[in-house]
């Protein structure tokens, strides 16, 4: 079989290599010579099990369940089973989330075609060996080191070097692993494969795709670093400080006095248990982890986990028309003749009398032109394999140069023995005359056709046409607009999202399309072409539809929409969209559309249709709302650990509270109560920075609990007759009581699932008080004069609340 290189087929034409053997790619395969990689942003499942079992909360906890183990407070190491608990559930949900993004990947997983003992045959990328020889066309990502044997390339390495240039690459060329086609064929032997190519030569912020920024990650990160540096001393300080209440002189004898060291071991550890927020962190990553499982139902591969939360902050959706809106099938309806040298009249004849006028057919054949550049050019994307279906694909006509199509310059062209011929944008084949034919073409874009100009040309230039343009016909194109694209628009609208429709096609033509798909100011359009990008930014804000938008141009929206203060996400399928995914806040792409857009895009819509992004911004809502309501339970009994550890240091007083103690108020009034909201739907648009929000909310909490257990001090010193015992006991329940007040207030505005969460939470507290306090908890008997105080401390305590949530008195942060 023989295969003329792009743009000189008149030359001798190589011999197609065979390929390796089979024994070839077996001996490649023992050496370890294979394009294997590891995903860059899916866990090993070590990894899942050693970042659940090995944190440094965790370790913390083991080494304070080894302490009391060695004294045989075995009632105390009750914390021991929460936190194994909660690791479990930890991994079980992460490596459920590991199989759905695996399983989804599979299905969107990029293959190759590969030339092995002279026959072609498809395989995953990952399959490859060195010395391969694989097919590269427009839209095809470069997944090792290659050297080019015939063909040419124009290649973009803009996920390797930020550079936006399109570079020609031609026969002995070397082409690297990362950079995508644009436009052109060719064949190509891998000469580096896995970790020798030159991608992982590059830093991991370059060679991965753009992690979103997660606000919630990045917050809780801060503050449990800001937790996790003071929580050692504080304990040990409160070891230190059971050891002067003492009386002892020295430590090697207050460690040899069972009883004092024992306690001081307990109380150390009561506070330290409490001070750690374990099932914060673990409940974030649950959080996420479920909602991956939830989308892969709604199609939906999750690239980046923590993407989800990026798109619930989304205001504005950019979309392309084709594919999104509509569903990419396109089919050539027609084509009709023009005149280039007259202006078009006016008028509005039905389009059906106008496009078959086949009666005054110029001398050129039209069929036999395009059939011939379709099989010159071999372009594949959808334009191209409308036009093939309609014009065949024939070799007729002996092709000598050829320029692919690109985004750039929207249109393609073929120099044959008989001229030169260009189908593509009109605007753009016929630049210098196209007020000739506009009326003619608006007048079929605004029926929502796509128009195409089929023109003979000079000749083929410097990746242009060159030479005086005669335009023969106009290609008339229908795009079906999605059926669920209505519906989903008014999704987006109900949500507050705003959209912006970028497109590579006539302005008046997405116009039409967009409005009749439901796009609110659909009639606010602009055409691209002349606008240069200082322009663009100052009047992006005033249009919705933008027609003739090249790659750079779809990127320079992107950014400057960003600068604007908008949470910008980003659609696109095609090879021209790659510059504006990376750009955007959150990328998604059509799972059918380039490897290049869906290597670099946060989420896949596996079944290329954009109606489940309303699910996923509502699922990232869901996430950023309830983990914000989730983290005050958390971080109240933190901080206020935290203070009346500080408190206790100040006054040289013993911590009150011993870690069984606290099982109560960690399992049953924050623990489980918190995996409820944490699930529960909650769509409301999300406001403000999370960590102040929180905040709101976690210091009057703690304000509301440290004051009771001052009050419990300042009234018990009041009552000689109080004991210790009695003390920890109506502290620990007026905590509790303060904590349930919180949980209300975190899960207003309360529904019927909420009331439930609540009044299940209280009984529960108040049978483990009462029924089993004394023998599990290590609760005292109250007497008449603590029941009292427990009783004021209560009121007070509701009063409290019941004035804060009355807004008269406010908490800022």
Known sequence: MLKASAGDSLKEKPLIPKGLTLLEVASRFEKGQVNYKNHPNLKSVWGIFSSNIFSYFNLILFVLAALLLSIKSFENMVFVIIMVLNTAIGIIQELKARKTIMNLTLLSQPTAMVRRQGFEIEIATDALVLDDIYLLQGGKQVVADSIIQNGELTVSEANLTGESDAIVKKINDKILSGSFVISGTADALIVAVGKDNYIETLSDKIKTLGKPNSEILKSLKKLLKFIGVIIVPLGLMTFYTAFLKSEMDYLPDF?????????????????????????????????????????????????????????????????????????????????????????????????????????????????????????????????????????????????????????????????????????????????????????????????????????????????????????????????????????????????????????????????????????????????????????????????????????????????????????????????????????????????????????????????????????????????????QNASVLYLVKTMYTILLTIIVLMTANIYPFEPVQMFVIETFIIGIPSFFIALEPNEARFEGKFLRNVFKNVIPGTILVIANLIGVYVFASQWPSITQGEISTVGIIAATFAYLLVLVNVSQPLNKRRSYIVIAAAIVSAFCFVVLGERFFKLSTLTIPSILLLILLMQSTYLIMSIYKQKLIKFWV
């Open 255 to 627: 460690l040899a006095n069972s009883e004092l060291y024992h306690d001081a071991l307990k109380k150390m550890a009561g506070a330290m248990v409490a001070m750690v927020p374990s099932g914060l962190f673990l409940l974030t990553t649950i959080t996420f982890a479920s909602s991956v499982v939830k989308l892969a139902k709604h199609q939906t591969l999750v690239q980046e986990l923590y993407s989800i939360e990026t798109l619930s902050r989304v205001d504005l959706v950019c979309l392309d028309k084709t594919g999104t809106i509509t569903d990419g099938t396109m089919k050539v309806d027609s084509y009709v003749w023009i005149e280039p040298e007259k202006e078009e009249p006016a008028v509005d004849l039905p389009v059906e009398e106008e496009i078959h006028v086949e009666s005054a057919k110029p001398s050129v054949d039209i069929k036999t032109i395009i059939a011939s550049m379709n099989y010159a050019l071999k372009d594949n994307n959808q334009t191209a394999m409308a036009l093939k279906n309609y014009f065949g694909s024939k070799r007729k006509l002996r092709s000598r140069q050829l320029l692919p199509f690109e985004s750039a310059n929207k249109y393609s062209a073929v120099t044959f023995d008989e001229g030169t011929y260009a189908i593509g944008a009109p605007e753009l084949v016929f630049k210098g005359k196209y007020m000739h034919i506009r009326k003619q073409v608006e007048k079929y874009a605004r029926l929502g056709k796509r128009v195409l100009l089929f023109a003979k040309a000079g000749a083929i230039g410097d990746k242009r046409i060159t030479g005086s343009v005669e335009p023969i016909a106009l290609i008339l194109i229908n795009d079906t607009i999605r059926e669920t694209a209505k519906a989903t628009l008014d999704e987006f609208q109900e949500a507050g999202v705003g959209i912006k429709v970028i497109s590579g096609d006539n302005a008046i033509t997405v116009s039409e399309v967009a409005a009749r798909a439901g796009v609110p100011k659909a009639n606010k359009y602009l055409s691209l072409e002349k606008i240069d990008d200082d322009k663009l930014r100052e009047i992006c804000e005033e249009y919705t539809v933008f027609g003739r938008v090249t790659p750079h141009q779809k990127q320079v929206l992107i950014e400057t929409f960003k600068q604007n203060k908008h949470k910008v996400a980003m659609i696109g399928d095609g090879v021209n969209d790659v510059l504006a995914l990376k750009a955007a806040d959150c990328s998604v792409a059509i799972a059918s559309g380039s490897e290049a857009a869906r290597n670099i895009s946060h989420l896949v819509l596996m079944n290329d249709d954009f109606a489940s992004l309303p699910k996923v911004v509502k699922q990232g809502r869901q996430i950023v709302n309830n983990m």
